[in-house]
């Protein structure tokens, strides 16, 4: 399930990030809401967006690992 919903943002999103609107063969679905905090939005669409891994490590930087953007 948790593949299909990593496939599913990143199609939704055409594998650009969604912050800096890069695109390449390294982009992560990331879950806006912490996968470990609210596990009835984990396989939600609406609960994810593509990130970069540079804008994926910011969005993580200074924050504990499952904050939201």
């Known amino acids: 399930a948790t593949k299909r919903w990593?496939?599913?943002?990143?199609k939704r999103d055409n594998y650009v990030c969604q912050l800096c609107k890069a695109s390449n063969d390294t982009m992560i679905a990331h879950h806006?809401?912490?996968?470990?905090d609210y596990p009835e939005?984990?396989?939600e669409i609406e609960n994810g967006i593509t990130l970069c891994e540079d804008c994926h490590k910011k969005a993580?930087?200074?924050?504990?690992?499952n904050n939201a953007l």
């Open 41 to 43: 939005l984990r396989h």
């Open 32 to 36: 806006l809401l912490s996968y470990k």
């Open 60 to 65: 993580h930087k200074g924050k504990t690992r």
């Open 6 to 10: 990593r496939i599913s943002v990143l």
